[in-house]
């Protein structure tokens, strides 16, 4: 394990000087630096470098420094050494020597590959842990909320993407069976020359079947000794995945999040006001202190409210905390998430949703009808009970049928239906699931307490905007859901640590 007493950098008394005349004392980076424990990160770094083998490493706190740089002033690699080499903030905030030379833009991104996400993740979580040593962050509230991060992509046609993955699929091959590829590339050009002056219909169903072809040999080549560690092999099984996962798009084109590009496979199309294609950026935010507790990634259109789940155990699960209570916006409204946070036995968190609006009632409301489970049927306002159900198409609840006889001769008739009975069958009621559970987020929200969480909720919009539009999280600097991760979370640590040193000089102001 790396030692952090070899990398304790000490300026001389002539930096020391002119750091002091032309960083002023209360400059943002001056603050980071002297009131956030940096050398607390070295655990968490140290793991993913080794002791005694290779050249020695640059300062991995020093790495990490410069990827803080790079959020929060929404830099490139490029961007931020060139920029440290002459700001004299950066520099001091990197402690480096006025002899000290930058490391390559290349070593960040080699660092960013040595952590992953389970390093950036312990990073993002350490910040946290400050916050709730300092005990800032409480357990009382969580807000959370979900916005839209724009891909890094151009979007083809569905005829160029197939013919792009197919080109991947054949890069990707040529290492293991360089003859085959050569002849699949010729008869590429016959294709290509036998469908000239088809329509793109005929053109595009002739790409997904050569494509299904190529696949069905390059699944069938014998894996090398080492496959788990050979990079080409494991790049040629990404991109087979990747078209099986076209493949099906094409042939199920209704169950929808189709793939949308070769470069980002993990880019889905989804709609946040507008239609965008990219990803879901998902956070929890301590209503206290407004620290953002944890962040996850999803395609677009991902499952944003069961999502809060994970949220909430990734959190509890790092820290070792139990959350009170969670507000989240009107996508929480679903009924196997509701009874899934509320349930004593598990998460056991107070959850605050906005229930849709109700219409008013011309009819009697299915409430009004008292099921028995045990007979399996509802009994309605008249007395009458119902012949027989089915489960909903969505598997989420009942639908009970009462017979035509027993409604047409019904004196509540024209307080049950807006229309006659036709036919053979009368009222047909449907019952959820999850009735208890929307019948308490309705019931809550009439109480004084909602009233004031949803007025705290407006600071999880606000720390998101400043996430993604302050700090290079709305859009793609990497592609793959888990790169994207890595991203966010470094938006948000820098975010926190911005909010951190506030409440830290909020603190001293109070104490002096």
Known sequence: MLCPEN???????????????????????????????????????AVHYSADEGQPAIDPVRMLKLEYLSYQYNLSDCQVISRAKTDLAFR???????????PDPSS???????????????????????????GFVKDRLRLKDASHVIANIAVPSTLALVAQMRDRLLASAAPFAPVQVEGERVQIELLRART????????????????????????????????????????????????????????????????????????????????????????????????????????????EAADALDLIRQEE???????????????????????????????????YVPPPPAPEPKIFTPEQFVADSQQGSVTCPAGQTSSYRHRTPDDNGWIYQFKFSTCQACAFLSLCMTKTPQGWSGKTVRKNDYEEEYRRVRAKAQTDAYAEVRRE????????????????????????????????????????????????????????
């Open 108 to 134: 960040l991104c080699v660092f960013r590959g040595r952590l992953g996400l389970k390093g950036f993740r312990a990073v993002f979580d350490q910040v946290v842990a400050m916050a709730r040593a300092e």
């Open 92 to 102: 001091w905030f990197l402690q480096l020597r006025s002899w000290e030379r930058l």
């Open 317 to 351: 699960q790092a820290h070792g905390n139990d959350i009170d209570s969670l507000s989240i916006d009107g996508a929480g409204y679903r009924g196997e998430v509701l009874r899934e946070l509320e349930d004593p036995q598990g998460l056991n968190v107070n959850t």
């Open 7 to 45: 990398y304790q950098p000490k300026l001389s008394e002539e930096d020391q000087k002119l750091f002091n005349r032309f960083v002023d004392s209360d400059h943002p980076l001056r603050r980071a630096l002297g009131l956030i424990d940096w050398q607390s990160f070295y655990p968490f770094l």
């Open 457 to 512: 909720h407006t600071m999880v919009e606000r720390k998101l905007g400043e996430l993604l539009n302050r700090h290079g999280g709305r859009r793609t600097r990497y592609h793959g859901t888990a790169k994207v991760l890595i991203q966010e979370l470094m938006a948000g640590l820098a975010t926190n640590v911005k909010r951190l040193v506030r409440l830290f000089c909020a603190q001293t102001e109070l104490a002096t």
């Open 196 to 303: 000239d002056g088809l329509g793109n219909e005929e053109k595009l169903l002739a790409r997904v079947t050569h494509l299904r072809e190529m696949l069905l040999w390059i699944e069938q080549l014998p894996p090398p000794p080492d496959a788990d560690s050979d990079q080409q092999w494991q790049k040629l099984v990404e991109q087979c995945g990747t078209a099986h996962k076209i493949l099906a798009d094409q042939a199920h084109p209704e169950e929808g999040h189709r793939t949308l590009s070769t470069v980002d496979p993990d880019a889905r199309r989804g709609r946040h006001g507008d239609w965008y294609k990219g990803f879901l950026v998902d956070i929890l935010v301590d209503a206290d202190s407004q620290i953002i507790t944890q962040i996850n990634v999803l395609p677009a259109g991902g499952e």
